[in-house]
């Protein structure tokens, strides 16, 4: 019950976040639900693999969401593929949670290859390379005089 209702939190601000048109939260929001997923599965192995892949995931999940936000009708197709995600796991029903979660896996490689075959992944690139040169994590170029 406490994990259906840890995914039920998830996904109101899930659905909020995309209602509000709010990326940044959006896309955190999606790292929280496959965490909460797969603690939810109670698969320590899973879970610790999750665990060390993290940031990993977190810098990918935003990557990822602006490549495929990219593709029509994408930012809908995830909301709904999250929903369905979700409401297999509070049905109870494995197989439908996985065929759920398989085509959300299926759908973003898809949308992936759509988008660098675009040229969206230079954008991405550029907006990344912005990014973390505004955090600090890289120096900006400097102009020579």
Same mark, same amino acid.
């Given at each position: 019950? $406490?994990d259906?209702?840890l995914?039920d939190r998830?996904? *109101?601000?899930m %659905?909020? =976040? +995309?209602?509000t048109?709010?990326?940044d939260? $959006?896309?955190e929001?999606?790292?929280?639900f496959?965490? *909460?997923?797969? %603690?939810? =599965? +109670? ?5 610790h693999t999750?665990r ?5 995931l977190?810098?990918?999940v935003?990557?990822?969401r602006?490549?495929v936000?990219?593709v029509?009708?994408a930012r809908?197709?995830?909301?709904e ?8 796991i ?5 197989i439908a949670?996985r065929k759920?979660a398989m085509d ?6 898809r949308?992936?290859?759509e988008a660098e ?16 040169s505004?955090?600090g ?9």
């Open positions: 019950p $406490e259906l209702a995914l998830i996904m *109101a601000r %659905e909020e =976040a +995309h209602r048109g709010d990326f939260d $959006e896309a929001i999606d790292v929280e496959h965490h *909460a997923v797969c %603690e939810c =599965a +109670h698969n320590i192995i899973l879970l999750l060390s892949c993290y940031r990993l977190s810098e990918g935003f990557q990822n602006l490549l936000f990219g029509p009708g809908e197709a995830l909301l593929q999250h929903r369905a995600i979700h409401t297999a509070k049905a109870g029903d494995p949670a759920a959300h896996i299926t759908y973003v490689e949308s992936m290859a075959r675009s040229g969206d992944w230079q954008r991405v690139s550029r907006l990344r390379l912005r990014q973390r505004d955090a994590d890289i120096e900006p170029t400097r102009k020579r005089s």
